[in-house]
């Protein structure tokens, strides 16, 4: 019988320079075609560009602090009840959380175009920290989406 696959949590090492599981994750999803040395490059040269720009700071924390601020409490998931569909406002629970913010933020960076990566990846890193950008744009979005459609909470079962 041929050897299973395991969930990639259980399997995930932390990253060689910040020993952080969440950047190891990043780089992760970050990748493209299997090149994982430059998605690392890609990322640690951004990092290196926040701790320029963010002298107090460590540009580590400034990355958990951005993901930490994308994370989205709650969003709107479609329910159908009789011949009508919902959007009902579900909790978001803490594993989607994270991927939802890492899929936002990467979102926001590969569509702005024209400047090299590390530097999209770092200016939008900022913004997040800063509680700005396109990625903060989106969780509030998701959020403002399932604060008006508050009134079908009551289908949330």
Not at 60 to 73: D, G, K, L, S, T
Request: aromatic fraction near 8%; proline fraction near 4%; charge should be positive.
């Amino acid at each position: 019988m041929a050897a299973r696959f395991t969930a990639s949590r259980d399997q995930l090492r932390p990253d060689p320079r910040f020993n952080s599981v969440l950047a190891a994750k990043f780089v992760n999803c970050l990748m493209y075609d299997g090149k994982k040395s430059v998605a690392q490059r890609v990322f640690y040269d951004a990092l290196d560009l926040i701790g320029q720009k963010v002298k107090d700071v460590e540009p580590i924390e400034v990355f958990h602090e951005a993901i930490e601020n994308v994370r989205p409490m709650i969003e709107v998931r479609s329910k159908r009840v009789g011949g009508a569909t919902y959007q009902v406002p579900t909790q978001v629970n803490p594993k989607r959380q994270q991927t939802l913010a890492i899929r936002w933020l990467l979102e926001a960076v590969r569509s702005k175009k024209g400047r090299p990566m590390h530097i999209r990846l770092a200016d939008e890193l900022s913004a997040a920290y800063r509680r700005e950008g396109a990625a903060m744009t989106k969780r509030d979005n998701t959020h403002r989406m399932a604060d008006a459609n508050k009134a079908f909470a009551h289908f949330a079962w």
